[in-house]
């Protein structure tokens, strides 16, 4: 049976492939995480997180034709599943009803003053 369940850092490189579709390459992947998320990746976190990740199933890729500014390199590009968007779709449904739960943020508002 495969996982069915995405980490953090799964979904939000998951949540990043959707935003750059087209453009969903691992380093195009890794620059988008540290603009994000203002933290630095290596790209080997990258990859092996889209590897695991289409492993699982919420993934596809297909290598792109090469471009002159690549000197010929094809690069391969990701797209989401369904079963991909499914996970998402769970994952955000769980930490919405969590954060609803959560007194000081149950009216949408911050109910406390933080320090």
């Not at 000197?71 to 919405?96: D, H, N, P, V, W």
């Amino acid at each position: 049976m495969k996982e069915s369940k995405l980490g953090d850092f799964e979904e939000t490189i998951l949540l990043l492939v959707g935003i750059l579709e087209k453009e969903a390459y691992a380093f195009k992947i890794a620059e988008e995480f540290e603009t994000q998320t203002k933290r630095p990746v290596s790209i080997g976190a990258v990859h092996s997180t889209l590897s695991r990740i289409e492993d699982k199933g919420f993934l596809t890729s297909e290598m792109a034709a090469g471009s002159a500014e690549r000197g010929g390199r094809r690069k391969r590009i990701y797209k989401i599943t369904a079963e991909g968007q499914r996970a998402l779709e769970i994952s955000r449904e769980l930490k919405l009803s969590l954060w609803n739960q959560f007194p000081a943020f149950a009216d949408g508002k911050l109910n406390f003053v933080l320090g």
